[in-house]
Structure formats: C-alpha cells, structure tokens
C-alpha cells in the first residue's frame, strides 16, 4: 500500500474501485506527466447515496461529504493509470460541479470536500487550483461531481 493509501486509512478511508464508466469515456487518461481523470460521482458501491439540488433536497453539508467521495473516487481513477499514488507530484487543478438550487451560492464550500480531502491525502502535494460551478443537472441526478488533474513524477 501507498504512502497515500495509508494517510487515507488514518482518515478512515479505503480507496475504492475505479468506478465504471457511465457513457462512452474512460474514468482518466495520461499524456506526458499528466493525468486527467474524468468526472467522478459519488458512488458508492456503485450507488449514489443521495440525489437531487443542493439547496434544496441535499444539505450543502452532505454535498460536502459527497465531493469528499467524488474526490476519493478521482484518487482510484488516478492510480489506475499510474499504479501507485506515491508518484503524484501535485494536483494540479480541481473542477467541481454542484447541482444546485436556483438560489445556492455556496458551491465553493461545497468543493471544499473534495479539495480538503486532497490536501489531508497528499499534504502539499494536494494544493491546487480550483473552479466550483453550478450546474442544473449532473448525471444520475447526482449533487456533485468532481474532476482532478494530477502532474506525475517518474
């Protein structure tokens, strides 16, 4: 197991499965020193524990824990391409999406989940830029989804 797979078990975490692709894409790709993974939901064990708007029918606190998954299920998409979480040099960039009410502003802090996961997991390595948008709908009427970009050392 990784340096990162065990801060992740001190956090009480395991990295799961990649999860399977819902549409004609692959969950990440590298080119070069990068890896690019592809929206990741919250599933869990390939189920989302909730749906809905942010805002509305999901608390902006359980959409917190749900971008802390998404950002979770990133990891496992990324270390499917390079084998071992030891050789991220840094996430680069972040992209959150939330499914939100028509009155929800608080996207950011929604995204925190994903970014304060990634920064417990990797330390400074985890520091990255970030974009946390609204959207109406996500697919599976997911309340987030995250995207990781992810610079590789060899």
């Known amino acids: 197991m990784s340096a990162v797979e065990d801060k992740l078990a001190d956090l009480g975490l395991t990295l799961p499965g990649v999860a399977a692709p819902l549409a004609a894409y ?5 080119t070069g020193a990068y890896v690019y993974t592809s929206g990741q939901l919250p599933l869990v064990d390939g189920k989302l524990p909730l749906t809905g708007k942010v805002g509305a029918e999901v608390t902006p606190d359980e ?11 990133a990891l496992a998409a990324v ?12 996430v680069v960039k972040v992209v959150g999406f939330v499914a939100s009410a028509p009155d929800f502003t608080g996207q950011p802090g929604v ?20 974009s946390a948008v ?15 970009q992810v610079e590789v050392a060899d």
């Open 79 to 90: 270390k499917s391409v390079i084998g071992d979480l030891d050789r991220i040099a840094r």
């Open 111 to 130: 995204i925190n989940g994903a970014s304060e996961l990634l920064g417990a997991a990797l330390g400074d390595k985890g520091i990255h830029a970030r």
């Open 26 to 30: 692959v969950p990440a790709v590298r």
């Open 63 to 73: 959409a917190k824990d749900l971008a802390r998954t998404s950002a979770l299920n």
């Open 134 to 148: 609204g959207v109406a709908v996500l697919p599976l009427d997911a309340p987030v989804e995250v995207e990781i």
